[in-house]
């Protein structure tokens, strides 16, 4: 069908040249159009002193003015201008030949005649690809703008959001699910936990006002109580923090999965004078050392090991671990193209063992930097 | 499917180009009339299978079509309709899309209506045409093209630059292209001319319409970008004399050159040479202007993205067609008749001087322009210059132009009179003089804008006493038939010249202007020249794409509110960039403008507020300057210069 459709683009093309050619009438006097050109000078002329704008006497002078040039080009020596049949022939072998082929030649070069057109309209409502997760949250948001009083929806793709990386629009997709759907313990955390990361680890004072508001829903609610010891921590309420994680240590169940963050951060706080505190504070005595450093130095160093990290890799590949610790440090740096080039460089390197591959496809989709 | 068949029209337009450039420029080296002819049905395909290739682009913004990386990366699905629509000439590939669209519009225009002309002076003039657009076609698909696609398309685009989410992307690129492009269909009449080693009768009445329709294009084009830049970025001012700014300003000054060269020309057969002179230069310097603008040089809201490639693309585009018809210019000119003779004061002396200052102007903006340039690229050493060096070097030369403006006008053609000239400009020297006075007693400060404002005065009131004084009859009757009887480029004339003097008017009066920044508390009140201003509120608010805080501000004068505005700040999420609304409000000729910034937690929020006395008129001026090219346009007689009030006889023409 598009081939047609291009076929009848050329044709028109190439016809638009060969009609020209193909006319037999021909060749017109070279200086006719000087000499109309004069002669319409002098009936202006002749029609503004009948108006009576210009007076007799300046007229007279125009006039044979404009009549000597129309001598002059009557008198001009004529080039001979005919419509040789030969000359019109090869113009239209050549048209015919050269104008489909540069056409075709370039658009075999550039163009995807096998891409068919893809409005988003109909994208989002064509059956849906299991395997595409962005396509489905794509929907979810159509659905959304359609129907804003969803809240499910809004519950359902925030987290997604947050991962990769939308975190204002997580921020709203929480918040409306707060709105529809009424306020709980952890629907209020969730929505302080987007806040922070948005504001990159900060607990800001909005983000507070929610994990308060989820304690006061449900006082042992762990998100809220870490955040509220972080928030403590960041402003330089040292005991009050350490009050806090202690507490939650000690009523967490044995299994908690975020004791070990809870315990990290008391570490933390013991152990260092005035440790800057991030989000996931470090744990090895290391790690301590680097948080300790000033920003900028704290950077280079980082930097450092992971380019160290990155050319080991090069020269030993086989080594998941390794190629799992860079891909997530690169993303971290937010250096999304690195990320990308280690996780192709990786899937080489590893391509022998089938589980190793698959834990590093497992984290490419879980940045969202697929590669 | 669409987009598909866009693409390959686009491809169809560059080989129908190289015919277009090829057949008829054979045709008349071989004087053979079929081959010529092919140029003309060649021209109007070609910008039928461009435009199908634009439809097809704009139809992919339209349905945010993401398997489009140029859909990708400057549109959102969120976005407003006109965005989506405007949004395609948004950005590079979009952009130099819209050129050749132009451009082969500018072909078609001279096939379609070029019909009082020589076979061979319009089969060149398309075949330059044609070449002139294989090359830019050639630059797009190689390097800029608009429909390279990606598979697997993503959900989601980047959105567009919020600086050009702006009713003004919807007119100042398109009129600003038809400016710029429009000269080169003077451009290639002109190379026409010099290949064909001579020029027909009729080709200063062929050029003068194109000349005027691409100037009028660019003045409103100007003025439009002008107008934005003041309303959007939030400081107030209109002209920067930024690089892209004097890319657009320098055809200008070179076509307004040319506008009245090739009055000259029609009229007196004189100044052939230089006309055809100035019609390469104004579309060089159209050429020269995308260059800077596109190759990456400078970087700036109109240069989207950067690509070494594209550079050195349109460098040898750039090199080839300006040097090409310079060597053309320099091996041809020589053997060109030169025409009608003049005497110094006379309408065409008058031109003559005209021309040169404004050629002066012209060649201080490209030095201004060029030279930090090359200085970095030479020595790596960044300057910038700026307003002081052109406020420096073109307010000399512009006023001596303006108080030139109206005796030019006075004086008649081959001959004139400068002292009956001044004599009639009596009533104009005098108001303009007691205007001067009134602006010293009333201002004070500062001399310049004194001075200019009495000029402009001067200017306005002399080029509309030269209407009045053709018009005068000895009764009102006799008056209203003169009226009538007076050809419409005689008020095309005077409109553009006043519209001049107000232009220059409002740029006087920035100096009178008031500007200060304030941290702004709740319903307190600050001076902004005679008027103040108070903040009612200061609110979030959600937009489609974007959201923002707004302050409602009350501007009073004597306790009364005159009038609301809402200026804003505005952050666009997809983009994570924040850009400023100014909030305006026109009072008289002048305006309030305010711009806020960062709101404090205290309740206070700083803003910058200034009073701009007179400043539409630079605006109103520069719409009044086209309304008076349009009328010319409108004027199709057939120009002859007589030397009307003359009372010695006519020189005789060089022969």
């Known amino acids: ?45 002749e029609r503004e002193r009948e108006e009576g704008r210009l007076d007799a006497a300046d007229a007279g002078a125009a006039k044979t003015e404009a009549a000597r040039r129309l001598l002059r080009a009557e008198a001009a020596p004529k080039p001979k201008v005919a419509a040789s049949r030969k000359l019109a022939l090869a113009a239209a072998l050549a048209a015919i030949v050269v104008i489909p082929a540069v056409a075709l030649m370039l658009y075999a070069r550039l163009g995807h005649s096998d891409m068919p057109d893809m409005p988003l309209t109909a994208r989002l409502d064509s059956a849906p690809d299991r395997n595409d997760l962005s396509g489905a949250v794509a929907r979810i ?57 948005v504001a990159q680890g900060v607990v800001t004072p909005q983000a507070k006002k929610d994990f308060e508001a989820a304690l006061a829903l449900d006082a042992a609610a762990p998100e809220a109580q870490y955040y509220l010891g972080l928030a403590a921590a960041q402003a330089g309420e040292k005991d009050k923090a350490i009050a806090i994680f202690s507490k939650m240590a000690a009523d967490a169940p044995a299994d908690a999965a975020y004791l070990k963050a ?64 860079l891909i997530r440090a690169y993303s971290v740096l937010a250096e999304t193209e690195k990320a990308k080039k280690a996780v192709t460089e990786a899937r080489k390197a590893l391509a022998s063992k089938q589980d190793d591959v698959a834990r590093i496809e497992a984290l490419a989709k879980e940045l969202n930097i697929g590669g | 499917m669409i987009v598909e068949t866009g693409h390959y029209a686009l491809v169809l337009a560059l080989a129908l180009a190289l015919a277009q450039f090829a057949i008829p420029f054979i045709g008349a080296r071989l004087n053979d009339a079929a081959l010529m002819r092919v140029a003309r049905p060649a021209a109007i395909t070609q910008f039928l299978f461009i435009a199908l290739s634009y439809g097809a682009l704009t139809y992919a913004h339209v349905v945010s079509d993401f398997s489009l990386v140029n859909v990708i ?242 460098l040898a585009i750039l090199v080839f067609f300006i040097g090409g018809a310079l060597a053309l210019f320099a091996l041809r000119a020589g053997a060109l008749p030169v025409g009608g003779l003049f005497s110094p004061i006379s309408r065409e002396g008058a031109l003559v001087l005209n021309n040169l200052l404004l050629s002066a102007c012209c060649a201080t903006v490209v030095v201004g322009t060029l030279y930090p340039l090359a200085l970095e690229a030479i020595t790596g050493e960044k ?99 003169r009226l009538a009887g007076l050809p419409l480029s005689a008020f095309g004339t005077s409109i553009a010249h006043a519209g001049m003097g107000l232009t220059l008017l409002g740029l006087a009066a920035t100096g009178w202007g008031v500007e200060t920044i304030v941290a702004m508390k709740p319903l307190s009140y600050y001076d902004v020249g005679p008027y103040q201003i108070g903040i009612d509120s200061v609110s979030p608010r959600q937009g489609p794409n974007y959201s923002e805080v707004y302050a409602v501000m009350a501007v009073r004068k004597d306790g009364a509110t005159l009038a609301t505005i809402e200026p804003a700040k505005r952050f666009y999420q997809a983009r994570r960039m924040a850009r400023s609304e100014a909030g305006i409000v026109t009072l008289g000729l002048g305006q309030v403008y305010a711009a806020i910034g960062d709101s404090h937690e205290d309740g206070t929020i700083d803003a910058r507020l200034y009073w701009k006395p007179l400043v539409t008129l630079i605006w109103i001026g520069a719409l009044v300057m086209a309304f008076g090219g349009a009328l010319s346009l409108a004027d199709r007689r057939l120009r002859i210069g007589v030397a009307r009030r003359a009372a010695a006889p006519a020189l005789e023409p060089a022969e």
């Open chain 2, 383 to 481: 300057i910038s210059v700026g307003a002081p060096f052109f406020n420096t070097v073109l307010i000399p030369i512009a006023l001596p132009l303006a108080l030139l403006m109206p005796i030019g006008q006075m004086l008649s053609w081959k001959r004139g009179d400068l002292a009956a000239a001044l004599q009639r400009l009596r009533i104009a020297f005098i108001v303009g003089v007691a205007a001067t006075a009134a602006f010293g007693a009333w201002y004070g400060t500062p001399f310049l804008s004194i001075v200019t404002a009495g000029i402009a005065i001067y200017l306005v009131v002399g080029t509309l006493s030269d209407l009045a004084l053709r018009v005068r009859g000895n009764s009102g009757r006799a008056s209203l038939k």
């Open chain 1, 1 to 45: 069908m598009i081939w047609l459709i291009f076929a009848l683009l050329t044709g028109a093309a190439v016809m638009a040249v060969l009609a020209p050619l193909a006319m037999r009438n021909g060749a017109q006097d070279e200086s006719a159009a000087d000499v109309a050109f004069f002669e319409e000078q002098i009936a202006e002329i």
């Open chain 2, 73 to 314: 990366e400057n549109s959102h699905s969120l976005k407003p309709f006109i965005y989506k629509i405007s949004g395609v000439w948004g950005n590079h590939e979009g952009s130099m899309l819209l050129w050749v669209l132009v451009l082969s519009l500018c072909g078609a225009l001279i096939a379609i209506f070029s019909t009082s002309m020589t076979d061979r002076l319009r089969a060149d003039a398309l075949a330059v045409q044609g070449l002139l657009g294989a090359a830019f076609l050639l630059f797009i698909l190689l390097t800029s093209n608009p429909f390279a696609r990606v598979a697997p398309a993503p959900w989601e685009g980047r959105d567009l630059n919020p600086i050009l989410q702006d009713p003004g992307l919807a007119i100042h690129p398109p009129l600003l292209y038809l400016g710029y492009v429009g000269f080169s269909i003077v451009f290639s009449f002109a190379a026409a001319a010099l290949i064909g080693g001579r020029i027909d009768a009729g080709w200063a009445r062929v050029i003068r319409p194109w000349t005027l329709f691409a100037w009028i294009a660019l003045t409103l084009g100007i003025a439009m970008g002008s107008y934005w830049a003041y309303y959007t970025l939030g400081w107030g001012g209109f002209w920067f004399w930024d690089p892209v700014e004097n890319a657009s300003l320098m055809p200008w000054i070179a076509g307004t050159a040319l506008v009245h060269s090739a009055a000259v020309m029609e009229k007196r057969e004189a100044l052939k040479v230089w006309t055809i002179f100035l019609a390469i230069l104004a579309f060089s310097l159209s050429l020269l202007g995308t260059f800077l603008v596109r190759s990456g040089v400078l970087t700036s809201v109109h240069a989207f993205a950067s690509d070494p490639d594209r550079g050195v693309f349109i």
């Open chain 1, 141 to 197: 948001e159509q659905h959304l703008r359609e129907h804003p009083e969803d809240g499910r929806g809004f519950e359902v793709i925030a987290p997604y959001l947050l991962r990769t990386g939308r975190g204002e629009d997580a921020v709203h997709a929480y918040s409306e699910a707060l709105r529809l759907l009424g306020a709980t313990a952890a629907r209020l955390a969730a929505l302080g936990e987007a806040r922070v990361v």
């Open chain 1, 262 to 325: 809870v315990n990290a951060q008391l570490a933390n706080l013991r152990g260092e004078a005035n440790p800057p505190v991030v989000a996931r504070g470090p744990s090895s005595e290391q790690g301590k050392a680097i948080a300790a450093m000033p920003a900028d130095q704290r950077q280079e160093m980082i930097r450092g090991m992971v380019d160290r990290l990155a050319s080991r890799l090069e020269s030993k590949g086989d080594d998941v671990e390794g190629w799992l610790k």
